[in-house]
């Protein structure tokens, strides 16, 4: 257990003084915190008010991190309405600061994934949908867990600075049509204490919860719109389909109850999406697909989404419209070119002439082969993404450092056909340990069926 969640146990389970009652306080908000919090625990549906109370009430520390625990897991337990969620929402938006653009940059619209293993579809869809009218303030997060995150992909980047302020951001908006951000502490401060507490408490699965935290993120950019990538599978953060399905039912909802336009797609994650898993190797391919390189799996997700943003902006009529007009991006190299400015424009450089761009590389690489002919039937992504944290590519606690040069690129993908000794993938690892490590590993993730 790491200091910070030691310190949240403790806060959670301390022990009552000799002689002490529990005792709810009695004075101003926290007793009618308390009041809300009982009728939570009974099930009886709060109104705005209420939420909003619990929230503010919290945030200034008139609620204790053990009520709040309270009202959490009485939520993932007895659920939320959508009414409820909605409320959350508004409440966790209200807590911080939400960016406002000039008119003229409309139609602002962004794109969430809630996570894979090599998802790396926002680097190439960012340059894409602003080539195509579109203006894209991209707040993205860091990986925790075995999902990788955009930050840390782009961060791979010599020079790049993400931590940009309002104003930055605006700037670069205006003048390159999007930019790739990350959260800063005034952005929905509310979602980042409530979000430690469902970790310390197991509600983090809680559709609901994750509903508003990813609402409340995404309306406090500024947009009036927003695609949302709901994965489902063994590398997904949720595996059932029927259960990302119902997420992805309940964040177009609860948008439409809050004016927020939101448009949501169901994409499977059992096998690493694109060839390569890994921030360099990933911020790599990301290049390779904006010069027409890019595998089919990856484009054809890109394209959708790209088309989704437009359609959902009033820049096009039909999906098929945007998918043409996404594929045009490509092949003008409007969108490679725009994505080498973008990085410029926040002090990084990718070098298209220079063999893997400029990235870092490891300094240790294998070939992964086929051990007999048949069918690859299974790639784990799950089971990848969780190596490739091992190897130092991801993070066991939010403060990990990450190693940008480790990771796989795939030569071979599920439903393909292998003889003896043919390469699956490529191993990239920073020592021979590793290398060796990942390379045994592997053929426990990798699944053969002879014909």
Same mark, same amino acid.
């Given at each position: ?41 009974? *099930?009886?549906? %709060? &109104? !705005?008010? =209420?939420?909003?109370?619990?929230? +503010?009430?919290? $945030? /200034?520390? #008139? ?84 999902? *990788?995150?955009? %930050? &840390? !992909?782009? =961060?791979?980047?010599?020079?790049? +600075?993400?931590? $940009? /302020?309002? #104003? ?101 994650? /059992? ?181």
């Amino acid at each position: 257990m790491g200091a910070e969640d030691q310190s949240l146990h403790e806060t959670i389970v301390r022990p009552l003084s000799p002689g002490a009652e529990m005792r709810p306080d009695r004075g101003g908000a926290g007793m009618r915190a308390y009041d809300v919090l009982i009728k939570k625990r009974d *099930g009886v549906e %709060l &109104d !705005k008010s =209420e939420i909003g109370l619990l929230v +503010e009430s919290y $945030l /200034d520390g #008139e609620l204790t991190d053990y009520q709040m625990s309270a009202f959490l897991m009485a939520s993932f337990l007895n659920g939320l309405s959508l009414d409820e969620t909605a409320a959350l929402t508004e409440a966790m938006l209200s807590s911080g600061d939400v960016l406002s653009f000039e008119e003229s940059l409309a139609p602002l619209v962004d794109k969430h994934s809630t996570g894979g293993v090599g998802d790396k579809v926002s680097l190439v869809l960012l340059p894409i949908a602003v080539e195509c009218g579109l203006r894209v303030p991209m707040i993205s997060g860091r990986s925790l867990g075995f999902t *990788g995150g955009t %930050l &840390d !992909k782009l =961060e791979s980047i010599p020079g790049i +600075e993400t931590s $940009l /302020d309002p #104003e930055k951001m605006k700037e670069i908006v205006s003048e390159q049509g999007g930019c790739f951000a990350a959260q800063t502490e005034r952005l929905v401060p509310a979602d980042g204490k409530l979000y430690a507490l469902r970790d310390a408490t197991g509600t983090v699965e809680s559709i609901p919860l994750i509903t508003s935290s990813i609402l409340s993120k995404k309306m406090a950019e500024g947009v009036e719109a927003n695609v949302i990538d709901v994965k489902f599978g063994r590398g997904a953060f949720m595996e059932d389909e029927a259960r990302a399905a119902s997420l992805a039912e309940m964040l177009e909802e609860v948008g439409r109850r809050l004016s927020f336009k939101v448009k949501t797609i169901l994409s499977p994650m /059992d096998q690493p999406l694109g060839k390569s898993v890994g921030n360099a190797l990933e911020v790599a391919e990301a290049v390779e697909s904006l010069m027409g390189e890019g595998s089919d799996d990856l484009m054809a997700l890109t394209h959708r989404l790209v088309a989704e943003m437009l359609l959902l902006a009033g820049r096009v009529e039909t999906l098929e419209r945007g998918v043409s007009l996404s594929k045009e991006a490509i092949d003008s190299q409007r969108a490679l070119e725009r994505f080498v400015s973008i990085v410029e424009a926040q002090g990084g450089r990718i070098d298209l002439e220079k063999e893997g761009f400029g990235l870092p590389r490891a300094d240790f690489i294998a070939s992964f082969k086929a051990g007999k002919s048949g069918l690859i039937k299974g790639i784990d992504a799950r089971g990848i993404g969780e190596l490739l944290r091992e190897m130092g590519g991801g993070r066991f606690r939010a403060g990990d450092q990450i190693d940008p040069a480790p990771g796989f690129v795939f030569e071979r993908k599920v439903g393909e056909r292998v003889a003896v000794n043919d390469v699956i993938c490529e191993v990239h690892a920073s020592d021979e340990s590793a290398l060796s490590g990942a390379v045994s590993r592997l053929r426990d993730l990798i699944e053969i069926e002879a014909l």
